[in-house]
């Protein structure tokens, strides 16, 4: 069954602190992988990889594939208190480009 | 430039009564997937809807839950006789068209969040 794993679960940082979030996973022909930010609403969508060692950068949020390990992180610098969310990772699994496997998620918190 | 659109937020029912929970895709998206967020647990995938086709249910328990997408009109996950294990929140997400060999990205709702009592 695929399976995707992300650490740590839960994470509390201060404010201006750089947080590394992880992300592995085990599926059957792997397409892409996915990061989301959950707030009390909508996952809104953050990145999407599909090669390797390719860094997707959005202003203090990047992340980067590595294919070989089998894995992926979020890095997210100067952190800020609206920083504070739920990052979900997934991967399209099973060889389909629609069906996402999420994982359970890291649950950060910024404090002033 | 609305989103992906689902309503209600909030739901309650009584053990055996009907649910119904809708989803209006982004404008533009002909693709609608369903998920269910259990308590401590990931997303789970339910179903994979175009227009007027179920394409993947696999994820949906055999009894009691089905889906549809109409030719016109939203997107509807149906769960009767609900139990309390269906309390969950449920999330529709939509994506534009599919090309073989390619990936999209999926834009989430807001979710419903069903309470069964």
């Known amino acids: 069954e695929d399976k995707v794993v992300q650490s740590p679960l839960s994470l509390v940082v201060h404010e201006g602190d750089t947080v590394t979030l992880n992300c592995s996973y085990e599926?059957?022909?792997?397409?892409?992988l996915l990061w989301y930010k959950q707030e009390k609403k909508a996952p809104t969508f953050l990145f999407m990889l599909?090669?390797?060692?390719i860094e997707k950068k959005s202003g203090r949020l990047s992340s980067i594939l590595d294919k070989k390990e089998l894995s992926s992180i979020l890095n997210i610098t100067a952190t800020q208190t609206g920083d504070s969310a739920i990052y979900l990772c997934?991967?399209?699994?099973?060889?389909?480009?629609?069906?996402?496997?999420f994982g359970k998620g890291t649950l950060l918190t910024v404090n002033p | 430039n609305a989103g992906v659109m689902q309503n209600p937020r909030h739901l309650v029912r009584r053990r055996g009564q009907e649910a119904r929970l809708r989803c209006s895709p982004m404008?533009?998206?002909?693709?609608v997937y369903w998920y269910r967020q259990l308590p401590e647990e990931g997303l789970k995938f339910m179903v994979y809807?175009?227009?007027?086709?179920?394409?993947?249910e696999s994820g949906m328990p055999k009894e009691r839950f089905s889906a549809e997408f109409p030719k016109e009109g939203p997107s509807i996950l149906r769960i009767q006789q609900v139990v309390r294990g269906d309390s969950a929140a449920y999330f529709c997400?939509?994506?534009?068209?599919?090309?073989?060999?390619?990936?999209?990205?999926?834009?989430f709702g807001p979710g419903t969040r069903l309470t069964v009592t």
């Open positions: 599909t090669s390797s060692g």
């Open positions: 809807l175009q227009k007027e086709n179920i394409i993947d």
């Open positions: 997934a991967v399209y699994s099973g060889g389909s480009n629609y069906k996402l496997t």
């Open positions: 997400a939509s994506s534009p068209r599919l090309a073989s060999g390619y990936t999209y990205e999926q834009y």
């Open positions: 404008k533009g998206h002909s693709h």
């Open positions: 599926v059957t022909n792997f397409r892409s």
